[in-house]
T-cell receptor
């Protein structure tokens, strides 16, 4: 079975500081990985995804993530945090096993707080 | 750009009542997923449809049923509601080339409160 684990349910950074949100995956098949952001009372918005090819993936709003197979990680980073980045962030792996339906399996989420 | 539409946005029901949630995918998207997000929890997959056929089923109670219609919209029917059904219900749609790599676009969700 595939799964993701997000390390740290809450992360607090100062405005302008580096953002690092950690995600580790478990998968017996090549994983397809996603980061979604959820603002209060809103749906989930895709930040970026990794399927194949380049392991450094750039997304929207200045975010990027690097797929590291040796570390089974897909950490999300942003060089400089902005107040508007405060939200809930979910790492997810899509079901690529038997049936290949693509349902998403989410991590527990990380709440990012940005302090002025 | 058109997004996924869900209705209603908020729904309040009593225990043992029935609720119907609707999802209108992005035009030309042929795949619909339903997820349930409890308070402070991550979204959990319920059920999915591809080209109007059920493609996968997760931890969906037998009290729940769903279908995808000829116009690709989908409805989630929930009967004998329980307090524990209170949650945010998301619908997501994708253009099904190959499910696992397709981007799912999420709607704003329906917040169901069971009293």
């Amino acid at each position: 079975a595939q799964s993701v684990t997000q390390l740290g349910s809450h992360v607090s950074v100062s405005e302008g500081a580096l953002v690092l949100l950690r995600c580790n995956y478990s998968s017996s098949v090549p994983p397809y990985l996603f980061w979604y952001v959820q603002y209060p009372n809103q749906g989930l918005q895709l930040l970026l995804k990794y399927t194949t090819g380049a392991t450094l993936v750039k997304g929207i709003n200045g975010f990027e993530a690097e797929f590291k197979k040796s570390e089974t990680s897909f950490h999300l980073t942003k060089p400089s945090a902005h107040m508007s980045d405060a939200a809930e962030y979910f790492c997810a792996v899509s079901d690529s096993g038997s049936g290949n339906t693509g349902k998403l399996i989410f991590g527990q989420g990380t709440t990012l707080q940005v302090k002025p | 750009a058109a997004g996924v539409i869900q209705s209603p946005r908020h729904l309040i029901k009593e225990k043992r009542e029935t609720a119907t949630l609707k999802c209108y995918p992005i035009p030309r998207h042929d795949t619909v997923y339903w997820y349930q997000q409890g308070p402070g929890q991550d979204p959990q997959f319920l059920i999915s449809f591809y080209e109007k056929m059920q493609s996968d089923k997760g931890s969906i109670p037998d009290r729940f049923s769903a279908q995808q219609f000829s116009d690709y919209h989908s409805e989630l029917n929930m009967s004998s509601l329980e307090l524990g059904d209170s949650a945010l219900y998301f619908c997501a749609s994708s253009l099904g080339s190959w499910g696992p790599t397709d981007t799912q676009y999420f709607g704003p969700g329906t917040r169901l409160t069971v009293l």
